[in-house]
């Protein structure tokens, strides 16, 4: 069974926002809303000050409370573990925004553009079905259906791969497939160190920040 997962390389992350203006532009997403974001953590105390910088996003949890309070069913998981919203059957009751532990779902009322008025594009890529429910990242699941119909493999061949990924300048984020234990992603997380975020509440989130080498 494949499981989809992403990797964030805490080490290799400069926070330079490319993962964001990428999905952005891959997903048309209106202003304030970023289904891809970076965090900007600083820890220490001067003089011994760090910064981490850490993408987050839906975490597309093994167990997603999202998809347990949906009253529509909107919020499902398919086999390979992407969680999915149904924007013709989401109601737009917000439970699953209040139940996401890693606040990454959002809702959009009215349509919103940079400009006021909708340029080209924005008229081009609006989707009016995303107005009024909830939307989130989707892992360019879209982009990994395609490849696996033709035969490319996600993770490795850009064309089957999430946006964000093919983004990357610093090479911190992977994508592929957990459960093949020779598989890009499942290499890296056998030779490093790492954790899941909000592990506590066992949701078993398909996205893992590496930290540490473990020879």
Avoid at 5 to 17: F, K, P, S, Y
Avoid at 52 to 80: I, W
Wanted: charged fraction near 25%.
């Amino acid at each position: 069974m494949t499981r989809w997962t992403m990797i964030a390389d805490l080490r290799r992350c400069v926070g330079c926002q490319t993962c964001t203006a990428s999905c952005k532009h891959t997903n048309d997403t209106p202003p304030m809303i970023q289904w891809r974001k970076v965090l900007d953590i600083e820890t220490g105390e001067y003089p011994d000050v760090q910064r981490t910088f850490m993408p987050v996003g839906c975490m597309h949890c093994a167990d997603p409370p999202c998809m347990e309070v949906c009253p529509s069913t909107a919020t499902r998981q398919r086999p390979d573990g992407i969680v999915t919203i149904d924007y013709d059957i989401c109601i737009g009751c917000s439970y699953c925004m209040v139940a996401c532990p890693y606040q990454a779902r959002h809702k959009l009322e009215k349509p919103l553009f940079a400009f006021g008025d909708p340029t080209p594009n924005e008229q081009l890529r609006n989707d009016p079905a995303r107005l009024g429910v909830a939307q989130k990242c989707t892992f360019c699941s879209d982009r990994v259906d395609y490849g696996l119909e033709n035969g490319l493999t996600p993770g490795i061949h850009p064309d089957a791969t999430p946006a964000c990924v093919n983004s990357c300048i610093a090479d911190a984020l992977h994508f592929g497939d957990i459960e093949d234990p020779k598989s890009n992603v499942s290499t890296l997380l056998a030779e490093n160190e790492s954790f899941r975020m909000h592990e506590e509440l066992e949701t078993k989130p398909s996205f893992y920040y590496l930290y540490e080498n473990k020879a």
